[in-house]
């Protein structure tokens, strides 16, 4: 799927630098650039990820800075922090983009800086609209959630899910760029709710086909309960899904889950016979 999504989108960025001229609109070209990082960072192919963005910064100065270009640049650089999760924060200011709020938020969390996540969650609850008020109630429930609030954590994401559920479905690539269920999925996690995990990872997976990390968060749900069939089956997704990418970390731990449940199972037959 998402090989098809990278191939796709490359094609029709060459098209569309192909046909552009200067004082053309650039929307077709930022599509494809939009899109097709998504795809590419499914795929686990960060370095083409990265490439996207600097496609774009030379689409954003080649056009004069179309609103279109400029506007999604901050999309793509935030959606590479997150689906990377190599951690990163951008300067807080009146003009930051709600995206890169969002990042900077969930980085500083990540990276043990509460204070720079709350400024991040502040600037967001200011923003106003559905879509960044979710963002602004996923950083702030993943400051409670590294504060060891559980509740009042889990309040938040039930909030979010609240409006999350109340706005469009996904049409395509996530939106936020961290999905609300995905989130949510991964600090019930961290709080040793398993089954609600699940749940929730299910859900996302529903909204979103095959997101990666949702994928991930599922098996590793599914392993800590001891349902060992249903995680493997999930690492399995995993692997095909990043396959070509065997140096992420993701990717190894599938495989060194897939090869020790394989392991136990021969032993176990060996020992039958």
């Known amino acids: 799927m998402w090989d098809m999504v990278s191939g796709h989108n490359q094609f029709a960025y060459d098209a569309a630098r192909a046909l552009w001229e200067e004082g053309d609109s650039v929307s077709d070209t930022v599509h494809?650039?939009?899109?097709?990082?998504?795809?590419?960072?499914?795929?686990?192919?960060?370095?083409?990820?990265?490439?996207?963005?600097?496609?774009l910064e030379m689409v954003t100065e080649e056009s004069g800075g179309q609103n279109r270009a400029s506007n999604s640049l901050?999309?793509?650089?935030?959606?590479?922090?997150?689906?990377?999760?190599?951690?990163k924060t951008f300067e807080i200011t009146e003009d930051s983009a709600s995206t890169e709020l969002l990042a900077t938020g969930l980085s500083a969390v990540k990276t043990g800086d509460l204070e720079t996540a709350e400024k991040a969650a502040e600037a967001l609850k200011g923003a106003g609209g559905g879509n960044n008020q979710v963002m602004h109630k996923e950083v702030a429930a993943s400051i409670l959630a590294a504060r060891g609030e559980t509740d009042e954590a889990i309040a938040l994401m039930d909030e979010a899910v609240e409006i999350t559920l109340g706005?469009?479905?996904?049409?395509?690539?996530?939106?936020?760029?961290?999905?609300?269920?995905?989130?949510y999925g991964e600090i019930l996690l961290g709080f040793g709710h398993y089954e609600d995990a699940i749940?929730?990872?299910?859900?996302?997976?529903?909204?979103?086909?095959?997101?990666?990390?949702?994928?991930?968060?599922?098996?590793?749900?599914?392993?800590?309960?001891?349902?060992?069939?249903?995680?493997?089956?999930?690492?399995?997704?995993?692997?095909?899904?990043?396959?070509?990418?065997?140096?992420?970390?993701?990717?190894?731990?599938?495989?060194?889950?897939?090869?020790?449940?394989?392991?136990?199972?021969?032993?176990?037959?060996?020992?039958?016979?």
């Open 32 to 55: 494809s650039l939009d899109w097709g990082q998504y795809g590419d960072l499914q795929r686990g192919d960060y370095e083409k990820a990265r490439l996207w963005i600097e496609r």
């Open 199 to 273: 749940e929730k990872f299910e859900t996302s997976l529903l909204r979103m086909p095959n997101r990666a990390r949702s994928v991930l968060g599922l098996a590793r749900a599914h392993a800590k309960i001891g349902s060992n069939a249903a995680a493997a089956e999930q690492y399995g997704k995993l692997v095909d899904i990043r396959k070509g990418h065997e140096t992420l970390p993701d990717y190894k731990e599938a495989m060194g889950f897939l090869k020790t449940k394989l392991k136990t199972k021969l032993e176990q037959t060996a020992k039958e016979q």
């Open 74 to 87: 901050p999309l793509l650089r935030a959606r590479y922090v997150v689906e990377t999760e190599n951690w």
């Open 167 to 183: 706005m469009r479905p996904p049409n395509g690539a996530a939106n936020p760029v961290k999905p609300t269920f995905e989130l």
